[in-house]
């Protein structure tokens, strides 16, 4: 969890509140001593920021453990 002061909170406000519901991760101001909490409302879900990769192999691992590269490389330094 970030910690800041309420300088830096108030330079970086929209960002921090940005940051805040994107990432689900609170944020804690040190005024004076005591601690204040920015968290968001509604839970944020770890597997919501995964980004799409559909070249991924997808499927049997047992179907890869015995794929051979000789034909696609040469391994043979000058």
Known sequence: ???ITPTQLRKNLYNLLD??????????????????QITPVEKVHKLDNLISRPDVI?????????L???????????
């Open 19 to 36: 940051e805040v519901l994107n990432t689900g991760v609170p944020i804690q101001i040190n005024r004076g001593g005591k601690i204040l």
């Open 58 to 66: 997808c499927g049997n691992p047992d179907d890869i453990v015995n």
């Open 68 to 78: 051979t590269w000789e034909g696609e490389i040469n391994l043979d330094l000058p």
């Open 1 to 3: 969890m970030k910690s």
